[in-house]
Structures are given as structure tokens and as C-alpha cells.
């Protein structure tokens, strides 16, 4: 039997990565079962890395660290060959909170790998001797886990969610400040709380859909998640229509950590 390659998103990676944390949950023995196969390695495990870059930005901060970002552009020159690099700046963003730290570390120190998600507009995670992210074996596949993720990402924002409510938000404050600008710009004329906690709920909503797509061009096995899309007042790529679209159309599989435990524990 091949190890399950498995996608957990925010919810459900602290309880895999640190489930001593949650002695009184009911579940807990699960948890420890799908850590114990981590461990010995039956289990392969990953996560987005927007779970850092886009949900690692704390919620009330949300709008004005978008506002006030800025995408640079350096040109070089090697020989007749000029190149521009792009970079994307926040100016404003915090060092990640402390416990957002300690649950990346732990994972890390688990042997997970970091998805990437090719997207302007989202940091990204140092890591310069490429040991934590997940490298496609060659050119080839790189390029198949872009398409992929672009793919996947296109077509969800064409159903209205993920990166589609962000967009959606950032071209409702432009058009009432009458500007034409970047999104992420637009995103820092949130002018009051509800639309401040809006524009909190959409990125968040962004990175949900990203680990899906980054997940889907990863190639694995599941999707771990708790989360139902139910806390939202709009459509959600995790809602039920949306998890029975992308099943159907992408052969998306999700799993609770209640479900992946059994399955283990059949195993």
C-alpha cells in the first residue's frame, strides 16, 4: 500500500501536528493515530502555503496591509537578455502571531511540505534550500502543476467563489471611490468594520480555494477539512454544492480528520 498523500487546511492541521493540545476532544485518539502515520511516514502530508501568506495575516489587519501593499518591478540584464522581476511588498504586515508560528514549525518538523500558490498578490515562505516546499521532479511537471493550478483556480472564480468575492469586494470600493487600481489597493478603502470583517472573510475564503487548487495540482489522495462553509453569509468553495462540483468535475476527495482516522484505522 502507497502512503496517502494528504491536503490539510487550517482547521485541521493543528490537530494533526500538535493533537496533545486537545486532550478533551473526543477524537483525540484519531488525532494521534493520522500524527503516529505522519510520523512513520504511511501517511504524507501537506498544506498550503497560503495558510501562512494570506490567513497568517491577522483578521483585523486584513484590509489596511492589502491597501498599503505595492508590486515592484526590477529590470536586469544578462548579455542581450533583459529580465523583469516582479515582487510583491507588504509594508504594513505583521511578523506571523506566535502560535501561528509554533503550528507551522510543528508541522514542518513533521516532515509536511508547503503547496505553493503561484499568484500575485500573496507573500511568500523563505525558504531558500527549497527543504520544506514541495519541488515538482522537473520541468515537465512544474509545468503541469501550473496549469493545473491555474485550471482549477479559473474555474472556481467563475463559479463566484474564492479569489472571485476578494475581486468582487476590490471592484466595489474602486467604482464608489471612482479610481482604477490595483485590487489589493482597493481592498484598503474598506471604510468600516463590516466592511473591514468583509474583506477578513474574503481573503480567507481566497486561501480556502487556493489550497484546493494547489492541492488539486499536487496530485493528492485528499482534502482534510472541518470546515463546511457554513460560517459565511455567501456561496463558499467548501459548501456542499461546491465540494459535489469539484468532485464531479475534479475529482476532488474530502475528508474529515474523523474520516481519515477510520480510514487508517481500517487500513
Avoid at 476532544?25 to 512513520?40: G, H, S
Wanted: net charge positive; hydrophobic share 40%.
Amino acid at each position: 500500500m502507497s502512503a496517502l498523500r494528504v491536503t490539510f487546511d487550517t482547521n485541521t492541521l493543528e490537530k494533526v501536528t500538535r493533537p496533545e493540545r486537545y486532550p478533551k476532544d473526543p477524537n483525540r485518539d484519531l488525532f494521534d493515530k493520522v500524527n503516529a502515520w505522519i510520523i512513520e511516514q504511511k501517511l504524507l502530508g501537506f498544506f498550503s502555503a497560503s495558510v501562512a501568506t494570506l490567513e497568517g495575516i491577522q483578521k483585523s489587519d486584513r484590509s489596511e496591509v492589502y491597501g498599503s501593499s505595492v508590486l515592484t518591478s526590477k529590470k536586469e540584464r544578462f548579455g542581450d537578455v533583459t529580465t523583469i522581476n516582479l515582487k510583491f511588498e507588504m509594508p504594513k504586515a505583521k511578523s506571523l502571531h506566535r502560535e501561528q508560528v509554533a503550528r507551522l514549525e510543528a508541522a514542518l518538523a513533521l516532515g509536511l511540505k508547503i503547496l505553493r500558490c503561484p499568484r500575485i498578490g500573496m507573500r511568500n515562505i523563505e525558504d531558500i534550500e527549497d527543504k520544506f516546499h514541495f519541488i515538482p521532479k522537473d520541468s515537465a511537471a512544474l509545468a503541469e502543476y501550473l496549469s493545473r493550478f491555474a485550471i482549477i483556480g479559473h474555474a472556481l472564480e467563475q463559479r463566484g467563489v474564492g479569489f472571485a468575492l476578494v475581486k468582487k469586494l476590490a471592484d466595489m470600493f474602486a467604482l464608489r471611490a471612482k479610481v482604477l487600481e490595483p485590487f489589493y489597493v482597493s481592498l484598503g478603502r474598506a471604510k468600516d468594520i463590516h466592511e473591514r470583517n468583509e474583506v477578513s472573510r474574503a481573503i480567507a475564503e481566497w486561501s480556502d480555494a487556493d489550497s484546493i487548487s494547489a492541492h488539486y495540482a499536487a496530485g493528492n489522495d485528499f482534502f482534510c477539512t472541518g470546515d463546511f462553509g457554513k460560517s459565511s453569509n455567501t456561496r463558499s468553495v467548501l459548501d456542499a454544492d461546491n465540494r459535489f462540483w469539484l468532485s464531479d468535475n475534479f475529482g476532488v476527495k474530502f475528508a474529515t480528520i474523523s474520516q481519515l482516522g477510520q480510514m487508517l484505522v481500517q487500513a
